[in-house]
């Protein structure tokens, strides 16, 4: 989030009397909270954007308290990401080539320590899914991949729900 984002969601929660939130400005790799202090917590799309997964899930953990509960819905590979999209900035703005594979992504989650680690929900990506975003039709555009090799890479493409419990 931006400080701008950030000064607008407090405006939002002031607007609307909610007095139990609180908004801070940090990164997911080093998060602005003290070790054990949050109940929950839930992140949309935002871990196959960070650079050191290893380390977001350690920063999670360790701001959860004991009982306390992750869920994450994520994008995940189900196998290797050819290179022409691993490297394309389009790609990776649009949430694809930043992701890991599904198994190593739960093995993360694992080794930061997290119990009951469990995918409740997972969809399947079909080539029509994705080339809607005008950054995916940007990188078909500059690639000049064939509609097999699209098809292809779309299938590898999982978009997951996970939740984890940090025992206690």
Same mark, same amino acid.
Do not use: W
């Given at each position: 989030?931006?400080?701008?984002?950030?000064?607008? =969601?407090? %405006?939002?929660? #002031?607007? &609307? !009397?909610?007095?139990? /939130?609180?908004?801070?400005?940090?990164?997911? $790799?080093?998060?602005?909270?003290?070790?054990?202090?949050?109940?929950?917590?839930?992140?949309?799309?935002?871990?196959?954007?960070?650079?050191?997964?290893?380390?977001?899930?350690?920063? =999670?953990? %360790?701001?959860? #308290?004991? &009982? !306390?509960?992750?869920? /994450?819905?994520?994008?995940?590979?189900?196998? $290797?990401?050819?290179?022409?999209?691993?490297?394309?900035?389009?790609?990776?703005?649009?949430?694809?080539?930043?992701?890991?594979?599904?198994?190593?992504?739960?093995?993360?989650?694992?080794?930061?320590?997290?119990?009951?680690?469990?995918?409740?929900?997972?969809?399947?990506?079909?080539?029509?899914?994705?080339?809607?975003?005008?950054?995916?039709?940007?990188?078909?555009?500059?690639?000049?991949?064939?509609?097999?090799?699209?098809?292809?890479?779309?299938?590898?493409?999982?978009?997951?729900?996970?939740?984890?419990?940090?025992?206690?």
């Amino acid at each position: 989030m931006t400080p701008e984002m950030v000064d607008h =969601a407090r %405006r939002n929660a #002031a607007a &609307g !009397g909610y007095d139990n /939130v609180e908004f801070r400005l940090g990164e997911i $790799e080093h998060l602005p909270v003290a070790d054990g202090s949050v109940d929950a917590i839930i992140s949309n799309c935002v871990i196959n954007l960070v650079p050191d997964k290893r380390q977001a899930f350690a920063e =999670a953990f %360790r701001v959860l #308290a004991p &009982g !306390g509960r992750l869920s /994450v819905s994520d994008i995940v590979t189900l196998g $290797e990401v050819p290179v022409l999209v691993r490297d394309s900035v389009e790609a990776y703005v649009s949430c694809l080539s930043g992701a890991s594979l599904r198994d190593d992504y739960l093995g993360m989650l694992r080794e930061a320590g997290f119990a009951e680690v469990e995918v409740t929900s997972e969809q399947g990506f079909e080539l029509e899914d994705v080339v809607s975003d005008d950054m995916v039709r940007q990188f078909i555009d500059n690639t000049g991949a064939s509609d097999a090799e699209l098809r292809a890479g779309a299938a590898l493409f999982q978009s997951v729900r996970v939740r984890a419990r940090k025992e206690g």
